[in-house]
């Protein structure tokens, strides 16, 4: 490396740690909104408040959908944002403000049921999508905007990672726990909404407050439109396959997360089973997220993507075999699945800021809120289908609705239909996703990069020529 370049990349600032530290607090809330909702509001609507499967399915997908459009939309007004405070903090105290009252609210439990019930839903949910795009949007720009040194930029995604797992793990045990505290009534689904709330707040205003400190070392390039947008999208082939890959992925899991109280409580016979089970899939992400750094700078970003991607796959089709090999199998697979779900957490990310990284190089262009916008909105949509798709096999498969007081059996349709559904569907996405996956690859300004597809060393990580093919942990 020249001798010029190597001073040049020592010579950059450390971020405070606090406001690393900082940054990272706003996983609470990406990490619990992403988690919770995606978790028990299908079961909510369709064992809570007697919706029928197919309307509960479209209260959930359809106000996420609206992410398609808001989430760029958010990105280009930050972008041109000339609000005191910078271009992104003012949106962050924005989104603080608003979805923790309406998460609130999202799972009030009104003495409605049925149709209306689900308009209630419907309307809460559009609005805490929206209120949440304001947040996570400018909040996943701000790395690529806080220091320009890959190393430094690790070191946040890093805290951001971090807590991703926390929020995740915390929010995912006491969402179900609270809710079904004292049989599931709506109480408790009323009291597990105003926790999750706060969770929520202490997040975003976490990182609303500690990121005053941060600098402000480059600022994106807004598209003019959203059609402008998805034409950049379009143009950027390795933007475009891996955004492509970790949609199928992120719909594989949505799909999951939709089916996990549905599996607990059929599959397993305890609602309450759902708690031991998400600390199966949720446990191995705080403990394994340093193995997956370390394979990733052995074997390269793609390389242990690949790793991860096939252990998803494997995970779920063992999972399919629960009902006649027993419980055991079924949290052993669980287990298998949140060793891999810790990859595809920490790698797809890696792989986003390195493709950000060479676009940079590539066009000169600042176009980190764009690509952000989008990647979120997918994301966002994924997940959100992923519990429309499961409530669609619960509608064909015959599944019957119930309220809190009234429980009633499900045919035996129904039942394989949860298995099926939790398990084969997943590993299908799952395996769709590796074509994608296949063809993704990263230009450097002169060479393709390396680290990010073949097997190799680790780069030095304070070469800044180096900053598209790896990102220190």
Known sequence: MPADLRADAEALPHLPRRVRIGYG???LCTGTFATVPGLILLYYLTN??????AVAGAAVFLPKAWDVLINPLVGAVSDRSRLRGGPRRPFLLVGACTLPPLFALLFAAPPLRGAAAAGYVAVLFLLAATAYAVFQV???TMPAEMTEDPAERGRILGWRVGFLGVAILLSGALAP???HAGGGSPASYRTMGVAVAVLLAVGMFG???TTRWAPAAARSEAEPSLRAQLAAARSHRPFAFLAGMWTL????IGVMLAGVQYFATYTLGSPTAVTPLFACLIGPLVLVMPLWNRL???WGVKGAQWCASLLFLAGALLLALTPAAGPAVGYGSVAVIGVAYAGLQLLPLTMLADTLAADVARTGKRRAATFTGLWTAAETLAFALGAGVFALVLAVTGFRSSDADHRVAQPEAALTGITAGMSLLPAVLA???LWLLHHYRVDGPETATTASTHPGPAPDPSDPQQEVTHRAD
Do not use: D, F
């Open 25 to 27: 607090l706003g996983s």
């Open 48 to 53: 809570i408040l007697a919706v029928p499967a």
């Open 138 to 140: 400018p909040y996943v």
């Open 177 to 179: 726990a609270v809710a």
């Open 207 to 209: 990182a609303w407050h």
């Open 249 to 252: 992925q992120a719909l594989a």
């Open 296 to 298: 990733s700078r052995r």
């Open 431 to 433: 395996a769709a996703s």
